[in-house]
């Protein structure tokens, strides 16, 4: 007959050994650990960055806020976003204007770059840095789980529908943002053509020269003559498609307008054949579009900007040859100082490094490129409006 303690032991549960459980290791752990994307995306969604965007998907909604945002009035950039080692540009018509700056929000799908969302920019903010304001804006949308992944920015602007220096900076630092991943695109939106009844949207991505010069941050004659960098090449230009959500295109689709062979039958029925028809002036009208003359003044604008800038470069440009000449001469005095020293016994001077020590900095040339691609758009949206009044002259 068992005891009393033995019957305890044998129903007691076995012991488990803590030294026989195999502890997983690093690579098991790094299999565990949730995968950035959904399964369902990993054939489409491009994680190493290797196809270019191929094509650009906007939302409508993005599109309504980008109209918006241009039609609301702003104040004036602050100081601090002029380039900071020439003197500020002249007022004028053309750079009264307040560009409208925004992140566009969305992701890259087998080649397609699809914007879902997007939000605005204040006055003044050139970078997506830490601590600024794209960075906690983008916090909190993670935060409540919404599309939070930077893939380009938007520009509304009314100098011909050309990219500017904020914007290509802008767009350089997405490029360097984790969610860019090399890929970010520039909707450019001109709101000066939407005045007048015609829509002007269109999509860009960097240029393959003009990526190497904004990984470098060097904008510089150096750099874009390598680069082989113009107006023409900093922007290659992307399809833009609008797309609308099911729920709109839905509403859209029952939305009905009365045709116009309906309207003309109950206007007929309403007067009276006797009553003589009033008479027409559209022939006395001038033919020549309105907005011709806003485009000729830009365009002067546009060359006033870009001759102040060649002269401030062209000042920057012979303040570098000064310190040169100088430093140059400096160098060869010491030597043949040190020379004579050297002849009469005496300790020699120390010698001055060729390289200058704090240079001025050659000078961006982003600004001049941009202000190239303004005046050729003007020069061009200038010529069609004058072509189409011509038109309509001997019609």
Known sequence: MTSMAAALAASLPAAIS????????????????????????????????????????????????????????????????????????????????????????????????????????????????????????????????TPDSPVGIYLSTHNGGFATRVSIELLSAVEKHAGGRGKAILVVHDASKSNGGDLSVKAYRLGEGAREAAKLGKWDEKTLTENGITSSTLLSPLPLTITSPTLISAFLSTL????????????????????????????????????????????????????????????????????????????????????????????EFPSIPKEIKNPTKEPSRLEMICLNGTTEGLAKNMAAEAGKGLVRTYL
């Open 18 to 145: 803590r030294t026989g459980t195999p502890q997983p290791s690093t690579t098991t752990q790094q299999q565990q650990q949730p995968k950035q994307f959904p399964q369902r995306l990993e054939g489409v969604v491009d994680v190493e960055a290797a196809r270019e965007v191929e094509s650009v998907q906007l939302n409508s909604l993005v599109f309504l806020k980008m109209m918006k945002h241009s039609t609301d009035i702003l104040p004036p950039p602050p100081a601090n976003t002029l380039q900071q080692d020439r003197n500020a540009p002249p007022p004028t018509a053309l750079s009264s204007h307040t560009d409208c700056l925004g992140v566009l929000l969305g992701l890259d799908l087998d080649g397609v770059m699809e914007v879902e969302d997007s939000f605005a920019l204040p006055g003044g903010e050139t970078n997506l840095g830490a601590n600024s304001y794209s960075d906690r804006l983008l916090t909190h949308l993670r935060e409540v789980q």
């Open 256 to 347: 009905t307008t009365p045709s116009s062979e309906t309207q003309t039958e109950r206007t007929l029925s309403s007067s009276s054949g006797s009553v003589p028809l009033p008479p027409s002036f559209a022939p006395l009208i001038n033919p020549t579009s309105t907005s011709l003359t806003s485009y000729l003044q830009n365009t002067l604008d546009s060359l006033t900007l870009h001759s102040h800038e060649a002269n401030n470069i062209a000042f920057l440009s012979r303040q570098i040859a000064r310190e040169k000449v100088k430093h140059e001469q400096m160098v060869k005095d010491r030597e043949e100082e040190n020379i004579k020293r050297r002849k009469q016994g005496l300790s």
